[in-house]
């Protein structure tokens, strides 16, 4: 398999489940980065992890939380989420945190109910 | 503060036609990315340009970096049904790829 992958493609959860989003790039790239796209938004930075440190937290609430556990997987952690998380949450990658160009996963649709 | 303007916002056009979309800032830019993003997808990266004036071509799809590198253009020959989707301009800074900006993007509608 190529590129950045994501699972699950769509999640539907309560405001009270816990349910995780991952993300695996094959392009041999060591800065992942998780980003929010809401309707009318432009894209949303939440996350940016760089040779497996964050290196950027952009404020975000702490029911996400981020995990890397090497180079090529990120995940995020989700608990006790509110309907306006409802979302494409999409994951990229890039050659490292210095490179501008970065290439983006399928995305997880995720409705919180 | 929205740092990179995309217009028009919405653009529905018959196949053949041209089209010309704009992404404009304030800002420098080092580089500019342009992506295509179709429903419940995730961008899809068309080009990146990195010098002032640069003019890239991709097969019908015409990109230019404005002088100043504050500003690009997209222009499509030609559009196609295929072309459909959102295109995103997204500006970097050296140093600073976490640091992309992004802006809300054009939504293109190319019907037969």
């Known amino acids: 398999e190529t590129g950045v992958t994501q699972t699950p493609r769509h999640l539907v959860m309560g405001m009270t489940n816990k349910k995780s989003l991952k993300c695996e790039q094959h392009?041999?790239?060591?800065?992942m980065y998780w980003y929010k796209q809401s309707a009318k938004k432009p894209l949303e930075l939440m996350f940016v992890?760089?040779?497996?440190?964050?290196?950027e937290n952009n404020s975000v609430p702490s029911r996400f939380s981020p995990e890397c556990p090497n180079s090529s997987h990120l995940f995020l952690h989700l608990h006790t989420l509110q309907p306006e998380d409802s979302a494409l949450y999409l994951c990229?990658?890039?050659?490292?945190?210095?490179?501008?160009?970065?290439?983006f996963g399928p995305g997880t649709r995720l409705t919180v109910l | 503060t929205q740092l990179l303007e995309q217009s028009p916002q919405f653009l529905s056009i018959q196949e053949g036609e041209n089209l010309t979309v704009y992404c404009n800032s304030s800002?420098?830019?080092?580089?500019l990315q342009w992506y295509r993003q179709e429903p419940g997808e995730g961008p899809v990266l068309l080009v990146t340009?990195?010098?002032?004036?640069e003019v890239k071509k991709l097969k019908r799809l015409t990109f230019q970096f404005g002088d100043a590198r504050k500003d690009s253009s997209l222009h499509i020959t030609a559009a196609q049904p295929g072309d459909t989707g959102l295109y995103l301009c997204?500006?970097?800074?050296?140093?600073?790829?976490?640091?992309?900006?992004f802006g809300k993007g054009t939504s293109l509608l190319v019907t037969p």
């Open positions: 990229a990658s890039s050659q490292d945190w210095s490179t501008d160009t970065q290439y």
């Open positions: 392009l041999g790239h060591n800065a």
């Open positions: 992890y760089n040779f497996k440190e964050q290196t």
């Open positions: 800002s420098v830019f080092s580089s």
């Open positions: 340009v990195v010098t002032g004036g």
């Open positions: 997204a500006g970097g800074y050296s140093n600073s790829g976490y640091a992309l900006n």
